[in-house]
């Protein structure tokens, strides 16, 4: 199992990407994207959390996008899908940019639910415009090598939460040394479970829609382009979870800087279009 799950300050890392880095306004976790005029989030642990809208059906993404195929495939057999909870409800809903990930600023956390509120299941869903752009970091920092890439976690019960689900990308490996590109791979897992390299056609530069749950059984991540599933949908297996554990819970997208020099932000990458779905706790 990764244990990656911490926060480290931002190396002295040059910036990488496209456009100008976001202007001076105070922000030390978000970005804001070069390529829009859009007011975007400010995106910090201080956000106030959104009241629940009531009690809805699950119905699945409201992007026009197909929903997962609910069988879920992993490297062991442990993961089952129980199925949908029966009363999810959208919780947050933040459309447009809200993170592009530069050394000044590479993630966006914020809590999705009322304080003492937990879950039953959880739903996280968002547009991230990848980039071909895996060289340039690479010689950012000689001394390491970005073997994986940050994309999103759902930590229980703040400050010192549980990892509920994480999700990241793994592109490259170091090879004697050297620093080279690998099998395109998505690794998925949370505080009990990882699964790790399977590989798939998820190759940088694309515009993805990312779908990570955690719910009774499993942790899962899917991940769509153009409207169709891209390779297999990846699960971990996780026991029931204790509300008490999922209280307060905290959503981050990105990751804070480089850690271990291995797992690094993605720079350069645009965050969108966020909803988080729950089978809300009182």
Request: charged share 15%; with cysteine; aromatic share 8%.
């Amino acid at each position: 199992m990764r244990h990656v799950f911490f926060n480290l300050s931002l190396s002295t890392l040059l910036a990488c990407g496209g456009g100008d880095p976001p202007g001076e306004d105070g922000s030390t976790t978000a970005g804001e994207p070069a390529t829009t005029d859009a007011a975007t989030a400010t995106g910090t642990t201080t956000d106030e959390p959104p009241g629940t809208t009531g009690t809805t059906t699950d119905v699945g993404p409201t992007t026009g996008l197909p929903w997962p195929d609910p069988t879920a495939t992993s490297g062991t057999d442990g993961p089952v899908d129980n199925g949908p909870c029966p009363n999810y409800a959208l919780v947050l809903d933040r459309p447009g940019p809200i993170l592009w990930a530069t050394t000044d600023g590479s993630v966006w956390e914020s809590a999705f639910l009322q304080p003492g509120q937990g879950f039953n299941c959880v739903r996280v869903e968002f547009d991230l415009q990848t980039l071909d752009n895996l060289d340039e970091i690479v010689a950012m920092d000689p001394e390491g090598c970005p073997e994986y890439f940050g994309i999103a976690s759902v930590f229980g019960t703040q400050p010192a939460g549980k990892v509920l689900a994480t999700a990241f990308y793994h592109p490259m490996d170091r090879v004697r040394g050297e620093c080279m590109l690998g099998a395109s791979r998505l690794e998925v897992g949370n505080h009990l479970a990882y699964t790790a390299d399977t590989a798939g056609p998820w190759a940088p530069g694309q515009v993805w829609h990312v779908i990570l749950e955690a719910k009774p059984w499993l942790t899962r991540v899917t991940v769509f382009s153009g409207g169709q599933q891209v390779g297999p949908t990846i699960a971990a297996a996780l026991d029931p979870l204790d509300v008490a554990v999922t209280r307060d819970p905290l959503i981050r997208l990105g990751l804070p800087g480089p850690v271990e020099d291995r797992f690094y932000p993605w720079y350069g990458a645009t965050w969108a279009n966020l909803q988080v779905w729950a089978d809300v706790v009182p």
